[in-house]
């Protein structure tokens, strides 16, 4: 997904204060990847697995019924994915699979033109082992398979050329996201720490920093990318930028994030709210209410607020969308200064935008 935290390279000062002793963010860290991610991974890897079916049943057995259970699988993995979409960290690295998983904001039709291209090629050279591995991330994840299921180019009931992509791209998809389950199921974060200088840094302080690090950047992208730039906020309203706007899934997507916030922040024993609790009681409470407060605004919004079709003119989908902005926003102030106080180095925003 290229907007969000690329994987940054380690280079933490070894000079950061701590709170406290060595292992004191044992809590909040294991409590988030076991929560968190583990569970997110786990329920992401099940519903890539039902998608795959689905579409196997689709290409089988063609009927709007089987199309339409198709879609709702899709719809189902692609809220999952919302999930874990905040971290670019660990086994979601590997073969660029964060970035396949959704290649978004596809702003030039990229999806479109590869999908085409493969669609009319030898679909025997889809598998070939190292095939996926090395394709596109265009065509690889969330994004390529929404096009084959809402696109008005693809037509799986009717060209069995583009169902078999489909199935294609589901299979691949499904390992990928399996194997990234399984990789977390069996490792913890600091596997994917390394201290390259033999400085005897902390492992769970320096993972934590970059799950602090990549969870301010995607607050920052839910607001600007997810929710900003669709609508015009501060530009030329563009809808079909809102992410997975062919499914019907922006604003859902952007809840289910909202509501994953709050899991990251109670994760542990003891949490991130907890350890804040000890340093600035204030701060963690006020945090603690903006998050709840972000999730109330997204839930207020109509139903059909990012749709194409829908009434609103630019300058009300502006006025319905202010509150939520500007209480993400102080969001994300918020949390940069908790965990600046926690003795944690945020950077700058390593967002790849195009």
């Known amino acids: ?47 890539s697995k039902t998608l795959q079916q689905k579409t196997n049943t689709l290409c089988r057995s063609p009927s709007q019924e089987t199309l339409k259970n198709a879609q709702d699988a899709f719809q189902s993995n692609a809220l999952d994915w919302q999930q874990v979409q905040w971290l670019n960290f660990g086994p979601v690295t590997y073969f660029m699979r964060y970035y396949a998983f959704e290649y978004w904001p596809d702003k030039k039709g990229v999806t479109q033109r590869q999908l085409r291209s493969l669609a009319q090629g030898e679909s025997k050279v889809m598998d070939a082992p190292k095939f996926w591995t090395s394709a596109s991330i265009a065509v690889r994840g969330l994004t390529a398979i929404e096009s084959l299921l809402y696109h008005p180019d693809f037509q799986p009931l009717q060209a069995a050329k583009h169902c078999r992509l489909l199935e294609k791209v589901t299979i691949h998809h499904f390992e990928s996201a399996d194997a990234v389950a399984t990789q977390w199921q069996n490792g913890k974060a600091q596997d994917w720490v390394f201290d390259e200088e033999g400085m005897g840094l902390d492992p769970e302080k320096i993972a934590l920093e970059q799950f602090l690090q990549q969870w301010v950047e995607h607050m920052s992208a839910v607001k600007d990318a997810k929710l900003e730039t669709p609508i015009g906020y501060n530009s030329r309203e563009n809808l079909k930028l809102a992410e997975f706007y062919r499914s019907d899934l922006p604003l859902k997507a952007i809840q289910k994030n909202l509501k994953s916030y709050r899991e990251i922040y109670h994760a542990g024993s003891p949490s991130l709210f907890d350890l804040a609790k000890q340093k600035d009681p204030e701060l963690a409470e006020q945090f603690e209410a903006q998050l709840t407060q972000n999730l109330k605004l997204a839930l207020q919004l109509p139903s059909d607020f990012f749709h194409l079709n829908a009434t609103y003119s630019q300058e009300k989908r502006i006025a319905l969308a202010k509150p939520l902005v500007q209480s993400i926003s102080n969001s994300q102030s918020y949390l940069t200064s908790l965990v600046t106080q926690l003795g944690f180095q945020i950077g700058f925003n390593s967002r790849d935008g195009d």
């Open 1 to 47: 997904m290229k907007y969000f935290p690329k994987l940054i390279a380690i280079a933490i000062s070894a000079t950061s204060p701590l709170l406290a002793s060595a292992g004191q963010w044992e809590g909040p860290l294991n409590g988030i990847v076991d929560n968190v991610v583990k569970q997110g991974y786990a329920s992401y890897s099940e519903s």
